[in-house]
C-alpha cells in the first residue's frame, strides 16, 4: 500500500480527480477559414509521415502497459484514500469488525484442527485395516503353498508306492531263469492290427 503524506496528497487528489478533456482551439495561428491558399503551398499535396509499423507496434504495447500502471496506481492511492476515511469515520466498527474476524478465524482453525484430526484416525484405520488384510493374503498364500507342497509330496509318496509296486514283477538275476520258462509257456502274439478306436480287426497266428 502507498503511504499519502505531506505533498504526495496532492498528488493523489489529482489522480483521484475526473478526467477533464482536452481543449483544442477551433482556429490555429492569424489565418482565418476563408483566407484563400498562399501561392508557395498552391499545387502541394500532403503527405502524412511514414508509420514505422515496429515502432508503432512497440508504442501501443508501452503506452498500454504505461495505462494499466496509472490505473493501478490510481485504484491503489483510492484505496488509501477511501480505506483512512473510513477508518477514521468508522473506527469502533472496524474494531469491532476485526474482533468478529479473529473469532471467526480461531473458530475456522479448531473446526479445521478438529476435522485433520478426524481424518487422520481415518486414514489410520484405514492403514491398519490394509495392513492385517495384507498379513492375512500372506497368510493364506503360505497356508495354499504349505497344501500344494504336501500335495506334491503325498503325490511322490504314491509314485515311489507304485514303484515299489512295479519292482516286484522286474526281472533279476533271481528269477530270470523262471521268467523265461513263464514266457515259454505262455507265449504272446504281438502281430496284430488295430483301428482308430484301437480295436483288434486283424491277427496273425503263432507258428
Do not use: C
Request: glycine letters at 2%; aromatic letters at 4%; a neutral charge.
Amino acid at each position: 500500500m502507498f503511504q499519502v503524506i505531506g505533498g504526495r496528497a496532492v498528488q493523489a487528489a489529482r489522480l483521484l480527480a475526473p478526467r477533464r478533456a482536452v481543449l483544442v482551439e477551433a482556429v490555429r495561428g492569424r489565418k482565418s477559414r476563408t483566407d484563400t491558399v498562399a501561392k508557395s503551398k498552391e499545387g502541394r499535396i500532403k503527405v502524412p509521415p511514414r508509420v514505422d509499423p515496429v515502432e508503432m507496434v512497440v508504442l501501443k504495447e508501452r503506452y498500454e502497459e504505461y495505462r494499466l500502471i496509472m490505473r493501478a496506481l490510481r485504484l491503489e492511492f483510492k484505496e488509501e484514500v477511501l480505506r483512512k476515511k473510513y477508518e477514521e469515520e468508522t473506527g469502533s466498527l472496524a474494531e469491532e469488525r476485526a474482533r468478529q474476524e479473529a473469532e471467526e478465524h480461531s473458530a475456522l482453525m479448531a473446526w479445521n484442527n478438529q476435522e485433520n484430526l478426524r481424518l487422520l484416525k481415518l486414514r489410520i484405520q484405514r492403514i491398519q485395516k490394509e495392513k492385517e488384510e495384507a498379513e492375512h493374503k500372506q497368510v493364506e498364500a503360505a497356508i495354499q503353498r504349505q497344501q500344494k507342497e504336501e500335495e506334491l509330496l503325498k503325490e511322490k509318496e504314491m509314485e515311489i508306492l507304485q514303484l515299489q509296486e512295479d519292482a516286484k514283477n522286474f526281472i533279476t538275476l533271481e528269477n530270470l531263469d523262471e521268467r523265461i520258462e513263464e514266457a515259454l509257456d505262455n507265449p504272446k502274439n504281438y502281430n496284430f492290427a488295430i483301428d482308430k478306436q484301437g480295436r483288434v480287426v486283424k491277427q496273425t497266428m503263432l507258428q
